[in-house]
């Protein structure tokens, strides 16, 4: 096995991230690559709807204007070869413009481009497709703002192969930044389905920068210096294993439990996440301290991927309109709650009397009042709260009526009522994600570089991933003896004492990863989190639901569980009214679950 090291840094986790992630990598990263990723499902229909406006446009501005044109002559001295999915909807305007700030710079790059994911002109291949989750056919093509497929790392290969210095995609899977060099620096095939894993679970951990080096960490007191937080270097083996780190000097932290956190976030089952290289199993995972700000991860495994690639679909459907109220004062809250209902009380006689109906969604939360726990709100006694309001209707001349009345409450109904402060809310589509599966052998990536464009085959497994390949770990041990706590004096504890926890949204789901501070605690922390005691706990956040469910996964590797929440997010995203649509503060909420646990491990 090969000593090589490649050294990749994570620049970018969505688009929005810090501009100060690439020069801190580019200047004390000493990097063999740079990756930064800006794509998500909500950021697609955004990149569609600008392009409307803008045929030139539906990229990554932040990246050319923020990343390229700032650092392009340090990523040329050092050479530096730049990954990124940039390219959004329309790659080819993105190396435009790319090419155009490098010769104003007396510089040259070859430059190569990943297309064929966008659908958007080929919708007939998807006519017969059902979604994912809910089995529900293809939505109405005039409605569609984007259909992009999640390519893998293979075309990425391929243009590294051609003597790219920096290959822009549309919609890969984010791991693939990662994977995709390494495939090619370590010569992996295709069915070292193990490295393939490896190599993909790095990209997991550095595709949301700043989230594995601290951001978002349950204990964040323990994080020096947010400011200048520093962003995660992978150091990769040929084995598949690699260390995260970060740049010297740098604020943040990298310990076992803020990369641990980072592999379980928008994970749902732990043992077949599945990619279109590999399908990754992390049950069995090490994590080790190996210096300081040093993580290894190792014992990642690896099947055969499922021959198929995931399409996401956005889509219209309907219109909705936020707005906000303040109120300040005694019993705030319930003033608050019951202006919103007055406000939407007149609105809807007001469209009766247009021969309009009703909002087909509505939802009133008093943000200050921990409107997001439900019934386990512990502050309705609060004397001041921004009261969110959303509504939703298939037609825009209804949010027309609720913006004209939304501020009248401020002489007319609750005092204490300021108003105003943010002007008045605007309307936007109701955007909804549907996601589906098509046969990977029916599409086949194309690379373009130097003028020249080629398709890349991409290699069929010998033999297909299916569930019935996994072999779940055996947690028989992990049980908590009746007679062994009868015996012991016992504590009721809030989880957050024992435990560490990262929520993420996937689709309408969202999951919750909860990591053991000891691995003593894990069998008390399994018996309080069960599946139905999860999913009454957080009742309120399943309202609507088709069919709410919790699933329960183990990694005893990571002394860790993963919980997966479904059709618990009011729709997710951009289509839903709630406050928390990607699912960032479930962790947070779960934290407070009140577990009993021995007095000698607390």
Same mark, same amino acid.
């Given at each position: @096995?090969?000593?090589?090291?490649?050294?990749?840094?994570?620049?970018?986790g969505?688009?929005?991230?810090?501009?100060?992630?690439?020069?801190?990598?580019?200047s004390?990263?000493?990097?063999d690559?740079?990756i930064?990723d800006?794509?998500?499902?909500?950021?697609m229909?955004?990149?569609?709807?600008m392009?409307?406006?803008?045929p030139?446009?539906?990229?990554?501005?932040?990246f050319t204007e923020?990343?390229?044109?700032?650092?392009?002559r340090?990523?040329?001295?050092?050479?530096?070869?730049?990954?990124?999915?940039a390219?959004?909807?329309?790659?080819?305007a993105?190396r435009?413009?790319m090419?155009?700030?490098?010769?104003?710079?007396?510089?040259?790059?070859n430059?190569?481009?990943?297309?064929?994911?966008?659908?958007?002109g080929d919708l007939g291949r998807? *006519?017969d497709v059902?979604e994912m989750?809910?089995g529900?056919?293809f939505?109405?093509?005039?409605?569609?703002?984007?259909?992009?497929?999640?390519?893998?790392?293979?075309?990425?290969?391929?243009?590294?192969?051609?003597?790219?210095?920096?290959?822009?995609?549309?919609?890969?899977?984010?791991?693939a930044?990662?994977?995709?060099p390494?495939?090619?620096?370590?010569g992996?095939?295709?069915?070292?389905?193990?490295q393939? *894993?490896?190599?993909s679970?790095?990209?997991h951990?550095?595709?949301?920068?700043?989230?594995?080096?601290?951001?978002?960490?349950?204990d964040?007191?323990?994080?020096?210096?947010?400011?200048?937080?520093g962003?995660?270097?992978?150091?990769?083996?040929?084995?598949?294993?690699?260390?995260v780190?970060k740049p010297?000097?740098?604020?943040?932290?990298?310990?076992c439990?803020t990369?641990?956190?980072?592999?379980?976030?928008e994970?749902?089952?732990?043992?077949?996440?599945m990619?279109?290289d590999?399908v990754?199993d992390?049950?069995?995972?090490?994590?080790?301290?190996?210096?300081?700000?040093?993580v290894r991860v190792?014992?990642?495994?690896?099947?055969?991927?499922?021959?198929?690639?995931?399409?996401?679909?956005?889509?219209?459907?309907?219109w909705?309109?936020l707005?906000?109220?303040?109120?300040v004062?005694?019993?705030?809250?319930?003033?608050?709650?019951r202006?919103a209902? *007055?406000?939407?009380?007149?609105?809807?006689?007001?469209?009766r009397n247009?021969?309009l109906p009703?909002f087909?969604?509505?939802r009133?939360?008093?943000l200050?009042?921990?409107a997001?726990?439900?019934?386990?709100?512990?502050?309705?006694?609060?004397?001041? &709260?921004?009261?969110?309001?959303? &509504?939703?209707?298939?037609?825009p001349?209804?949010?027309? &009526?609720?913006?004209?009345?939304?501020?009248?409450?401020?002489?007319?109904?609750?005092?204490g009522?300021t108003?105003w402060?943010?002007g008045?809310p605007?309307?936007?589509?109701?955007?909804?994600?549907?996601?589906?599966?098509?046969?990977?052998?029916?599409?086949?990536?194309?690379?373009?570089?130097?003028?020249?464009?080629?398709?890349v085959?991409?290699?069929?497994?010998a033999?297909r991933?299916?569930?019935d390949?996994?072999?779940r770990?055996d947690?028989?041990?992990?049980?908590v003896s009746p007679s062994?706590a009868?015996?012991e004096? @016992?504590?009721? &504890?809030d989880?957050?004492?024992?435990?560490?926890?990262?929520?993420?949204?996937?689709?309408?789901s969202?999951?919750?990863g909860?990591?053991?501070?000891?691995?003593?605690l894990?069998p008390?922390?399994r018996?309080?989190?069960?599946?139905e005691?999860?999913?009454?706990?957080?009742?309120h956040?399943?309202?609507?639901?088709?069919?709410?469910?919790?699933a329960?996964?183990?990694?005893p590797? @990571?002394?860790?569980?993963n919980?997966?929440?479904?059709?618990?997010?009011g729709?997710?995203?951009?289509?839903?009214?709630?406050?928390?649509a990607?699912?960032?503060?479930?962790?947070?909420q779960l934290?407070?679950f009140?577990v009993?646990?021995?007095?000698?491990?607390?």
């Amino acid at each position: @096995m090969s000593d090589k090291i490649v050294r990749i840094g994570g620049a970018g986790g969505f688009l929005g991230d810090s501009s100060v992630a690439a020069p801190q990598l580019i200047s004390g990263g000493r990097l063999d690559y740079l990756i930064l990723d800006y794509l998500a499902e909500a950021t697609m229909p955004m990149l569609a709807m600008m392009q409307k406006g803008r045929p030139e446009g539906g990229y990554a501005r932040d990246f050319t204007e923020w990343v390229w044109k700032d650092n392009i002559r340090e990523i040329k001295r050092q050479s530096i070869k730049v990954v990124t999915n940039a390219g959004g909807l329309n790659p080819r305007a993105c190396r435009a413009r790319m090419e155009a700030l490098a010769a104003e710079a007396g510089l040259s790059f070859n430059i190569a481009i990943v297309e064929g994911d966008d659908l958007r002109g080929d919708l007939g291949r998807l *006519a017969d497709v059902r979604e994912m989750v809910s089995g529900d056919g293809f939505p109405a093509p005039d409605a569609v703002l984007n259909a992009s497929v999640y390519f893998g790392a293979d075309p990425i290969v391929a243009a590294l192969r051609a003597g790219a210095d920096v290959v822009i995609t549309g919609r890969v899977v984010d791991s693939a930044l990662v994977l995709a060099p390494l495939m090619y620096e370590f010569g992996w095939k295709a069915s070292d389905y193990d490295q393939l *894993a490896g190599g993909s679970l790095a990209g997991h951990v550095i595709e949301c920068g700043a989230q594995a080096t601290g951001g978002l960490f349950t204990d964040w007191e323990s994080v020096p210096d947010w400011a200048h937080i520093g962003y995660p270097i992978v150091e990769c083996a040929a084995d598949g294993s690699f260390i995260v780190t970060k740049p010297e000097g740098t604020g943040g932290l990298v310990t076992c439990a803020t990369v641990g956190e980072q592999i379980l976030y928008e994970v749902g089952d732990p043992q077949a996440y599945m990619l279109p290289d590999v399908v990754c199993d992390f049950a069995g995972l090490k994590l080790e301290q190996v210096g300081e700000q040093r993580v290894r991860v190792s014992q990642t495994k690896g099947r055969a991927p499922s021959g198929f690639y995931k399409v996401s679909v956005t889509h219209a459907d309907g219109w909705r309109c936020l707005a906000a109220m303040p109120v300040v004062g005694r019993d705030a809250a319930r003033k608050a709650e019951r202006q919103a209902d *007055a406000v939407i009380e007149r609105v809807e006689e007001m469209l009766r009397n247009r021969n309009l109906p009703p909002f087909r969604a509505k939802r009133i939360e008093a943000l200050g009042a921990e409107a997001t726990y439900g019934a386990n709100s512990r502050a309705r006694d609060v004397r001041e &709260v921004v009261c969110k309001i959303g &509504v939703e209707h298939d037609d825009p001349a209804a949010m027309e &009526v609720f913006m004209r009345e939304i501020d009248s409450p401020t002489t007319s109904m609750s005092p204490g009522s300021t108003g105003w402060f943010a002007g008045r809310p605007t309307i936007s589509p109701v955007i909804r994600v549907y996601s589906c599966l098509i046969d990977r052998t029916t599409l086949s990536p194309k690379v373009d570089l130097a003028g020249q464009t080629f398709e890349v085959a991409v290699a069929e497994p010998a033999r297909r991933f299916t569930p019935d390949q996994i072999e779940r770990p055996d947690v028989s041990a992990l049980g908590v003896s009746p007679s062994a706590a009868n015996d012991e004096e @016992m504590v009721e &504890v809030d989880l957050i004492d024992i435990a560490w926890a990262r929520s993420g949204d996937k689709g309408d789901s969202f999951n919750v990863g909860v990591i053991a501070r000891k691995p003593e605690l894990l069998p008390y922390i399994r018996a309080a989190l069960s599946e139905e005691a999860v999913l009454g706990f957080l009742a309120h956040e399943f309202e609507g639901g088709r069919k709410p469910s919790v699933a329960r996964f183990d990694l005893p590797g @990571m002394t860790a569980i993963n919980l997966l929440c479904q059709n618990a997010l009011g729709g997710g995203q951009l289509a839903t009214l709630r406050l928390d649509a990607l699912a960032k503060g479930k962790a947070q909420q779960l934290l407070e679950f009140p577990v009993r646990v021995p007095v000698r491990l607390v």
